[in-house]
């Protein structure tokens, strides 16, 4: 059974930083593309970075780049957000997301959601002042 778990996430202040895990099991991440995404209360769900299969290609969303740094360990079968100077808008419940895609083009642009078919539970990240 594929399963995905998220961890990581807290309370913080601004500026602060956080590093969000997806541990991985049933399968292992060698062949799957990963995304990270996060919804807001009333808010749509929005991708927030993707890494392919091979974590040679990478991607973010206009909003966290230069913050955001996603990577994998495929020996830990993990993969990684790390969210450096955080604002309140990052707020948000973060879901790590995973596709059997070894394709390097996966994650040229942000995939939709509809693009993953298997999810964590998700992690609250909360920057507050």
């Known amino acids: 059974q594929l399963q995905l778990v998220e961890s990581g996430g807290g309370l913080v202040q601004p500026g602060g930083s956080l590093r969000l895990s997806c541990a991985a099991s049933g399968f292992t991440l060698d062949y799957y593309g990963i995304g990270w995404f996060r919804q807001a209360p009333g808010k749509e769900r929005e991708g927030v970075s993707c890494?392919?299969?091979?974590?040679?290609?990478?991607n973010y969303a206009d909003s966290v780049k230069g913050r955001f740094s996603i990577s994998k360990d495929d020996a830990k079968n993990t993969a990684y957000l790390q969210m450096n100077f955080l604002k309140p808008e990052d707020s948000a419940i973060y879901y790590c997301a995973a596709v059997r895609n070894t394709y390097p083009s996966f994650c040229q642009v942000l995939p939709h959601h509809w693009r993953y078919n298997s999810w964590g539970r998700g992690t609250q990240v909360t920057v507050f002042s």
């Open positions: 890494i392919s299969s091979s974590g040679v290609t990478t």
